[in-house]
Each structure stands twice: as structure tokens, then as C-alpha cells.
């Protein structure tokens, strides 16, 4: 696997992975996608370099721009 570079805008980025990771339930075999980790990975990266702890859940999830009010997060 290679890390995605951010060729395109990182908000279209944050929203190909909101969709793919709220598709996992349905769609398990998304979880072995080398694109969803490499994604995952750049936009990681990127959270990073803005000051984000990706460790913290509710950082990462905000920046990802999830809704903060929704359950699990």
C-alpha cells in the first residue's frame, strides 16, 4: 500500500471517507481495502499537520466533520 496524496481538496477527501467507513457495516470486506487504509493514512497525515490528535477520537471525528451530537463518537 502507498500513502494517497492529497491531489484533491481534503474536504472531498473527509467525505469519500465518511461515506466508505459508515458503509463497513453492510459492506465488511471494506475493513481489508488497501484504499480505505491509504486514505485513511493521508488523512491522518494531514489532521496532524492542522494540530489534530488523531488518537482522541473526538478530535479526529471533528475534524472529519461528524456531526458531534452523533451517538458513539
Known amino acids: ?3 494517497l496524496t492529497p491531489d ?3 474536504s472531498e477527501l473527509k467525505t ?3 461515506v466508505l467507513h459508515a458503509a463497513l457495516p453492510e459492506n465488511p470486506e471494506l475493513m481489508d481495502s488497501g484504499f480505505l487504509g491509504d486514505l485513511q493514512r493521508c488523512l ?3 489532521a496532524a499537520r ?3 490528535d488523531v488518537s482522541l477520537h473526538a478530535q479526529w471525528a471533528a475534524w472529519l ?3 458531534s ?3 458513539g463518537l
Open 1 to 3: 500500500m502507498s500513502d
Open 8 to 10: 484533491y481538496p481534503i
Open 16 to 18: 469519500i471517507y465518511r
Open 44 to 46: 491522518q497525515k494531514q
Open 50 to 52: 492542522e494540530g489534530v
Open 65 to 67: 466533520g461528524y456531526d
Open 69 to 71: 451530537k452523533l451517538q
